[in-house]
Nanobody, 116 residues
Framework: QVQLVESGGGSVQAGGSLRLSCAAS??????MGWFRQAPEKERERVAI???????VYADSVKGRFIASRDNAKNTLYLQMNSLKPEDTAMYYC????????????WGQGTQVTVSS
């Protein structure tokens, strides 16, 4: 039901910044979040926007990443600052229809590569 279109990935040197975007369509009420997965590692939560509009960040990105949502455009953003090589991963946006706690829909992923 939900379609997610991601953009903004790329390559950047350590200390640089990138902003990811994810446009969602095909739903009326949805919670969204960002996840990432590095090669040979488990997928991890990066930032989740809850039904109460609070944002929960992974400890590894606190103070560096900022997630936001434009409700009018129904677009999710992830501003990534002070990037580190360990941030290198495929980044995914995901949607939880009804905000019940299950992220059932996923974007195609966008690659972020941080060089040292």
């Amino acid at each position: 039901q939900v379609q997610l279109v991601e953009s903004g990935g790329g390559s950047v040197q350590a200390g640089g910044s990138l902003r990811l975007s994810c446009a969602a369509s095909g739903y009326t009420y949805v919670c969204m979040g960002w996840f990432r997965q590095a090669p040979e590692k488990e997928r991890e939560r990066v930032a989740i926007i809850t039904r109460y509009r609070t944002i929960v960040y992974a400890d590894s990105v606190k103070g560096r990443f900022i997630a936001s949502r434009d409700n009018a455009k129904n677009t999710l953003y992830l501003q990534m600052n002070s990037l580190k090589p360990e941030d290198t991963a495929m980044y995914y946006c995901a949607a939880d229809i009804g905000c019940f706690g299950n992220f059932n829909y996923w974007g195609q992923g966008t690659q972020v590569t941080v060089s040292s």
